[in-house]
């Protein structure tokens, strides 16, 4: 390995996706380090003796380091994977610890979080990234592989694809460099958008929403709308067939902001719902489907005790 393969992927956020790139990296024989959000997570984490991943029949644990974020050592490559509400605080917390020409990949749903980041931390070389892996946490240290996807990364400043995509295919990570990661990042915020609010409202699987194509396609035509007005015409392109390829593809499950409402977690309507009304008022286009949408939902989670924000 050359001195490049040997930078260590610090990872900030031990959720689903979290735990899956830092068991699929390690097991490649690369170093990893889990960035645990305090001393109290830590501890719980060594207790359990390291992280456990559950691919079908198989499972295999693996001891990878761990510290919190106010350990020494300074980060050269910072994988963040927390939810988009707590990216910028997390970020923040060990923004003093980046190298001057650090890199930071940016797994977030959504919009917004990943602007906000990059401009805390403007030494640093943000990547954004957009997955289709599906994973979910059997137990607090135990990520179960549920559904092989792909991960598209890229650079909205600068195009050259860093050296270290290579060890993402050393450790099975099916990834493409994109020259236009924004249109892709808009691609699938319009498919949340369409999709994951209705799941809410009429608490079901995502199946289910056939029964409401009319509104899913009332949707997808006002956000096609939106994305072209705002410059983004190609994420555009075919919504409504996608959506509704997507909506039977994944027929019987629950979207992700479905299980946050379900477990009582806070969602990231402000990164998806939020993120697509604020950029309609900000380029004065008439989004009124997507404000009634987000006034329901936004009522919904109130309901709920949930934040709506």
Request: hydrophobic fraction near 40%.
């Amino acid at each position: 390995m050359t001195d490049q393969a040997q930078v260590t992927w610090h990872i900030l956020g031990a959720g689903s996706m979290g735990m899956l790139w830092a068991t699929r990296l390690a097991r490649a024989g690369l170093p990893v380090m889990l960035i645990m959000r305090n001393a109290e997570r830590l501890r719980t984490y060594k207790a359990a003796q390291g992280l456990t991943l559950v691919e079908g029949e198989h499972s295999q644990q693996f001891a990878i380091q761990a510290q919190t974020p106010d350990s020494d050592g300074p980060i050269q490559r910072l994988l963040v994977t927390c939810k988009a509400y707590d990216a910028e605080h997390a970020v923040r917390q060990i923004a003093g610890r980046l190298r001057p020409n650090a890199e930071l990949i940016l797994l977030q749903n959504g919009l917004g979080s990943q602007q906000a980041v990059a401009n805390l931390v403007p030494q640093a070389r943000c990547i954004f990234a957009s997955s289709t892996e599906g994973a979910f946490r059997e137990s607090d240290w135990r990520v179960v592989h549920a559904g092989h996807g792909h991960t598209w990364l890229g650079d909205s400043d600068q195009d050259c694809p860093p050296t270290w995509l290579k060890e993402l295919q050393q450790s099975g990570i099916s990834h493409e460099w994109s020259s236009n990661i924004l249109t892709r990042l808009w691609r699938k915020l319009a498919l949340n958008c369409a999709i994951n609010p209705l799941t809410v409202l009429y608490n079901c699987r995502n199946g289910d929403l056939q029964r409401h194509s009319d509104e899913v396609n009332v949707l997808c035509v006002e956000l096609s709308n939106l994305l072209a007005h705002c410059g983004h015409a190609e994420a555009a392109h075919d919504l409504i067939p996608e959506v509704n390829r997507v909506i039977q593809a994944t027929a019987n499950n629950y979207s992700s902001m479905h299980q946050d409402v379900t477990q009582g977690r806070r969602t990231e309507i402000s990164y998806l719902l939020g993120y697509v009304c604020a950029a309609a008022r900000d380029s004065q286009f008439t989004a009124m489907h997507l404000q009634a949408l987000h006034q329901r939902l936004s009522e919904h989670l109130q309901q709920h005790g949930l934040p709506c924000a």
